[in-house]
């Protein structure tokens, strides 16, 4: 509406105050949060490294907006919830972004459209999306202080894919089309170190050494005498990227996917496990086991960590009196880490950053090898 319309009535004094009602608030923004995204960014120079590493084949004469400015607009607003660059062309006059991005928020000139934002986002070819990557780890590596030894998480993500997106791909288990980008995080402090978009689909064994091997040559530029050790599910324990580890002076924990040959490895001491279970009043019981396997894909053998848990679960088959009927749930993970078997499963594979500090000194005293005990779940895993 461009016509204005008095109210049909007066509004009633306060304290011999006149009352009047205004919509003319001039030029406000309910984006408050972007001062602290300003501060942060001012501290941490996050979007400062990403705009050095990206190139810009603009003409210099022609430039209106530094890349500094647009990376940090599209950063802003992205963590303020407007994920689309369609919302640069309102909030470019945004005066809190303005100042965010480092313009005054009345005089200074508007920030760049979605158009800019979109030729921005689509610039980077595949090399320099590499180099965005590389600047983050350089980041993470440069303001974080290594210990002796420090473990990365790897794992994936599903993201659904609405329209037409690249690299896009149908995931059978999500039963739609998206993206499984790969997050890499430091255990200790629980700090992002890279992500990598990528296919909804299960990564390759080349693609994950690839990436453990550019991500640990980076790293030991600014931890040259840190002891890297890479922690990820079975489908990050493929072969050519635990052979490139044990190559190149790193360590791993991943998971392994169950099969006959390993169950007949851990059979005496899952019968024996549930013996003691049935002897006993508790609801679960476990124990670990340690031995060498080697899978027919496999050069040499490795160690392989069982974890065993007995329970009662319930028996609902067909044509039988519903009951409770002993279950052995058994967890594989393959490592290069010497250790106890419960060891190495409860306080390396499953750690969280609260018991962390207390892990990272066990691991590097490489305690004895042990198997066989029982005891009570501490943690689920």
């Known amino acids: 509406m461009t016509d204005d319309t008095p109210l049909p009535f007066d509004l009633p004094a306060v304290c011999r105050k006149k009352l009047t009602v205004d919509f003319n608030g001039g030029n406000q923004s ?3 949060g972007l001062l602290l995204v300003r501060e942060a960014e001012r501290k941490l120079g996050v979007c400062s490294r990403l705009a050095d590493a990206m190139p810009d084949r603009r003409d210099p004469d022609r430039i209106r907006h530094a890349m500094f400015e647009m990376v940090m607009a599209r950063a802003a607003a992205i963590a303020c919830g407007y994920e689309d660059a369609n919302d640069l062309d309102r909030l470019r006059h945004d005066p809190l972004l303005k100042l965010a991005v480092g313009r005054c928020p009345e005089s200074g000139e508007a920030l760049a459209s979605q158009s800019t934002i979109s030729r921005l986002e689509n610039a980077p070819r595949k090399t320099e999306a590499a180099r965005l990557t590389a600047a983050l780890i350089d980041q993470f590596g440069t303001t974080v ?5 420090e473990i990365l998480d790897i794992d994936d993500t599903f993201c659904a894919a ?3 997106q690249q690299l896009a791909f149908w995931n059978a288990h999500h039963d739609e089309r998206g993206f499984a980008s790969m997050h890499i995080y430091h255990v200790a402090s629980g700090t992002p170190v890279a992500t990598i978009l990528r296919p909804a689909r299960t990564p390759k064994g080349t693609e994950v050494r690839t990436v453990i091997k550019h991500v640990t040559k980076r790293l030991r530029q600014h931890w040259p005498h840190t002891r890297i050790v890479w922690r990820g599910d079975s489908h ?5 990227a635990m052979e490139w580890a044990e190559g190149d002076g790193a360590d791993y924990i991943f998971g392994l996917a169950g099969n006959p040959a390993l169950d007949a490895l851990v059979a005496e001491t899952a019968d024996n496990l549930r013996f003691h279970h049935a002897g006993l009043s508790q609801a679960k019981l476990r124990t670990y086991a340690s ?3 080697q899978a027919g894909s496999w050069m040499r053998p490795r160690k392989v960590v069982a974890r065993l848990e007995c329970s009662l679960q319930p028996d609902g088959g067909e044509g039988t009196a ?8 058994i967890r594989y993970v393959v490592t290069s880490l010497d250790g106890t078997a419960q060891y190495l499963y409860e306080d390396v594979y499953c750690s969280t950053r609260r018991n962390w500090h207390q892990t990272a000194c066990r691991v590097t005293a490489r305690p004895p090898i042990r198997c066989g005990s029982f005891s009570t779940p501490r943690r689920s895993g």
């Open 30 to 32: 309910s984006n408050g």
């Open 145 to 149: 202080k290594p210990g002796r030894l």
């Open 162 to 164: 609405h329209g037409g």
């Open 236 to 240: 990050y324990g493929r072969v050519e």
């Open 291 to 293: 031995f060498m396997y």
């Open 322 to 329: 519903t009951g409770m009927r002993q279950e052995v749930d």
